[in-house]
């Protein structure tokens, strides 16, 4: 874990206006910057970023965050590839737990021959008539070739000692370009080949694909699993279709190298491709980071019936009511690349609007599968729904698809619920068993949440006792107050805030609120209304106490009590006046 006082001196250090400037042409517009969204299309900017809250939003999409979010949101990394990033341009050093800083020591010295690796298989390729001849009839151009870094491993054992004095380096065999036989004897792993280069998220080249040039077996050879690449985390194509997917809103997802430059070649440039295994719980994860709209396209054959299935159900897991994931077959015997090269981009795209909801393909399988014209089919359409529907997190499609197989089953939606064993699924998963109250705009305690992402120092001043501890923007109040009294929280905008709380039951309601209140406020008229909130806390914990003792003095009370009620009385009325 990075220590959580890095992420905050890392914030303080850089601006996000720079961060953000890096991607996206920035125009002054008061004391804020504005531009068109980089994470959707528009034509009139809506983007506004602040240097004084070292904050982002868009007003269109939706999309806010600190320095951090919006490079982990723009390049699709993680949230420790951001920091390292970023701490990387402002000149610090990421304190690392020791087994993950050895595991960065031991990928650092492989990107390196890697990068070289490539550089010599694209200059192969302009010697190889044989290999531009085959990339030609396939109907790619020379820029497309240069823009996925194509290269050519010629049919020669060791070819790659042409760049690599020392073959006998050992980085070569842990990085995969090497393989090492039973003798001893060295040879390339990649020969008489086409060559992918994959990379990751930084444009560092982390493994191959080699397609065989005409008949042989495999057709495709990846990279091996190394230090640097775990094929079942990456998606070939990623770093050169992100700005085509944040614009579309759409990320297609195909089965083969081809299928991505082909598509590309042909305009269709929102694509990528999974590197030669079934989707992966990762995959789709990243996937959904990059759009909400995800659509797997597989070819017709029993192979892409299997892969079709085994990405919805990997999807069901990761699903949120507001983003789909869709299912392509496409038409005959051709692959996405076929397809286009024959019937043009306006057709393929019009399949791709075709497509089946994750819901129609699982219900349409199910059904093709268990035939519920019996009682018996009818009895195992409900045991096959029963694994998947235990897997959904979108709550209302969930409902929806319950419904759905219910009427096919000819029973209730209580009797699927009951025998599937579905629980109402909460809405917040830090909530306790007992449902969370909503936050209320109009309450006390959210109006100085408001004020106090503004000026979260003033939370040392708040009568916490009095506020109201069943409402989810008390709770954030106290953590603030904590974090403060701690001298956790520096001051530093709402960038700082958001990152402190990352992870934690509170962000999403911090996150919310702050993505409304881009704009500057005047500090005068903010501690005039923090003091006025304050007050009404007071004087609402004050009625509820009258109110409370008036109620019981029908029974009589004791000395005490009609003491405590003359004081609050007392209280009340210059208040009230």
């Known amino acids: 874990m990075i220590p959580e006082s890095f992420v905050q001196e890392l914030l303080a250090r850089i601006d996000i206006v720079d961060v953000v400037e890096r991607y996206v042409p920035l125009r002054k517009a008061g004391a804020n910057y504005s531009a068109c969204c980089p994470f959707h299309s528009e034509k009139t900017p809506s983007f506004t970023v602040s240097p004084s809250k070292q904050f982002y939003h868009c007003f269109g999409c939706g999309a806010h965050g600190s320095a951090i979010g919006f490079l ?20 610090l050093q990421v304190p690392q ?4 800083a050895a595991i960065r020591a031991k990928k650092a010295p492989l990107t390196e021959p890697m990068a070289r690796a490539m550089h010599f298989y694209r200059e192969q390729l302009k010697t190889s008539p044989k290999a531009v001849d085959y990339l030609k009839n396939r109907g790619l151009s ?11 491993a010629p049919d020669g054992w060791q070819g790659l000692q ?7 380096d050992p980085a070569l065999v842990e990085c995969g370009l090497v393989i090492v036989n039973e003798q001893g004897r060295r040879y390339d792993r990649f020969r008489d080949r086409v060559m992918f280069p994959i990379l990751d998220q930084r444009g560092n080249v982390i493994g191959f694909g080699g397609r065989v040039i005409g008949q042989g077996e495999p057709k495709y050879l990846n990279s091996p699993e190394t230090p640097l690449f775990e094929k079942g985390r990456e998606l070939y194509g990623l770093p050169q279709a992100r700005k085509a997917i944040q614009e579309e809103g759409t990320v297609l997802v195909v089965e083969g190298y081809m299928d991505v430059v082909g598509l590309v070649q042909n305009g269709v440039e929102n694509v990528v491709a999974t590197l030669g295994t079934a989707a992966t719980d990762a995959n789709v994860q990243k996937l959904l980071k990059q759009a909400n709209r995800v659509v797997f396209c ?12 085994r990405a919805m159900e990997v999807s069901l897991s990761h699903l949120a009511d507001n983003k789909t ?3 392509l077959q496409m038409p005959g015997n051709q692959d996405p690349d076929e397809y286009i090269r024959e019937h043009g981009r306006e057709a393929f795209v019009q399949q791709t609007k075709n497509a089946a909801r994750l819901s129609e393909f699982l219900l349409r399988e199910l059904v093709k599968r268990t035939n519920p014209n019996t009682a018996e089919g009818r009895a195992m359409l409900v045991h ?4 998947l529907l235990q897997k959904m997190t979108a709550p209302i499609l969930r409902v929806q698809l319950t419904k759905e197989i219910a009427q096919r089953a000819q029973v209730s939606q209580a009797e699927v619920e009951a025998e599937c064993g579905l629980k109402p699924l909460a809405r917040d998963r830090y909530a306790p068993a007992q449902m969370k109250q909503r936050p209320v705009p109009s309450s006390i305690e959210y109006k100085l949440l408001q004020i106090l992402l503004h000026k979260p120092e003033w939370a040392a001043s708040l009568p916490l006792e009095l506020i109201d501890r069943e409402r989810v923007e008390s709770e954030a109040l106290i953590a603030i107050a904590d974090a403060i009294e701690h001298g956790e929280l520096p001051a530093g905008g709402f960038g700082l805030l958001l990152e402190f709380f990352r992870g934690t039951p ?3 309601l911090i996150a919310g609120i702050a993505a409304n209140m881009v704009e500057e406020v005047d500090l005068g008229a903010l501690e005039a209304m923090f003091n006025d909130s304050v007050t009404r806390l007071r004087h609402t914990a004050l009625t509820a106490e009258i109110e409370q003792l008036t109620a019981r003095a029908r029974q009589g009370l004791s000395p005490d009590d009609r003491k405590r009620l003359t004081e609050l009385l007392a209280k009340k009325r210059p208040s009230a006046s």
Not at 162 to 168: K, P, R
Not at 298 to 309: C, E, L, P, Q, T
Not at 384 to 387: E, I
Request: proline letters at 2%; charged letters at 30%; a negative charge.
């Open 384 to 387: 096959a729904a029963k694994p």
């Open 142 to 152: 020379g820029e497309i070739a240069a823009k996925f870094g194509l290269g050519y």
């Open 72 to 91: 982990m949101q723009h390049a699709g990394i993680g949230f420790i590839e951001a920091v390292e990033d970023l701490a990387s341009s402002a000149g």
């Open 325 to 327: 994931v869709e299912i």
């Open 506 to 508: 509170h962000e999403a």
């Open 97 to 100: 737990e020791e087994r993950n």
């Open 162 to 168: 042409q760049v690599f004095s020392d073959y006998n």
């Open 298 to 309: 597989f070819d017709r054959d029993d192979a892409g019936d299997r892969a079709a299935w």
